[in-house]
């Protein structure tokens, strides 16, 4: 309701989000009552020399130093575990062999993506409109969206808003939207992962049953 009443200050919600985020009234007001992940990151990080996961905010690790520590800690600590494991998997169950050295996490790429500050205008890809014409084509048709709590860089509350917005369909399966503990990986909390394979089962099941 703040947010959506315009950029007036309010102090009752400024003491609220210091209490929740950890950063300063002072802090939240100068921002107009909206935290940013670059400001509760920065913030955060001033602080001292630890580094915060933007994919899960639960978790920092310390650094030699302060200033430009491109490192996170469960993003880039994921290569090392997972690149075998899909390399392994792409070869010997899926038959797939390549000469080319395969980068989980490659920021050369991803460094040159496009966001639509060109002529180009590539922008940001979105589904909403995708996936509201399948569920008008097939009213069976089921959607199950997974959130970590705590990702900062997806946030679960902009998905769920977004849901909130679809115009209602007669007929259609409502979207599923589930919430676990952890981040943008949530699966690897061994307790998030059975709870999410346990929803995805009964998710299935549901639509199967239902089609």
Do not use: C
Request: aromatic share 10%; charged share 20%.
């Amino acid at each position: 309701m703040h947010l959506a009443a315009g950029q007036k200050p309010d102090a009752e919600i400024d003491r609220t989000l210091a209490r929740y985020t950890g950063l300063t009234s002072e802090t939240i007001h100068s921002h107009l009552s909206r935290v940013s992940m670059r400001t509760f990151t920065h913030e955060y990080e001033a602080r001292g020399d630890r580094v915060l996961s933007r994919y899960d905010g639960t978790v920092s690790v310390a650094v030699p130093r302060r200033g430009n520590v491109h490192f996170d800690p469960i993003l880039d600590a994921t290569v090392a575990v997972l690149t075998p494991a899909f390399t392994h998997y792409a070869n010997a169950e899926l038959g797939y062999r390549t000469d080319l050295e395969y980068h989980l996490l490659n920021r050369s790429v991803s460094g040159r993506w496009d966001f639509g500050t060109s002529p180009t205008h590539q922008g940001f890809a979105g589904a909403l409109g995708e996936l509201q014409m399948a569920r008008a084509q097939n009213p069976a048709l089921g959607a199950l969206i997974a959130h970590g709590y705590t990702d900062l860089v997806t946030p679960y509350a902009v998905s769920q808003y977004l849901v909130d917005q679809l115009a209602p369909l007669e007929g259609a399966r409502p979207v599923d939207l589930k919430l676990y503990r952890g981040g943008h990986m949530m699966y690897l909390r061994p307790a998030s992962r059975r709870a999410f394979a346990q929803d995805a089962r009964t998710f299935y099941r549901s639509v199967l049953k239902g089609s």
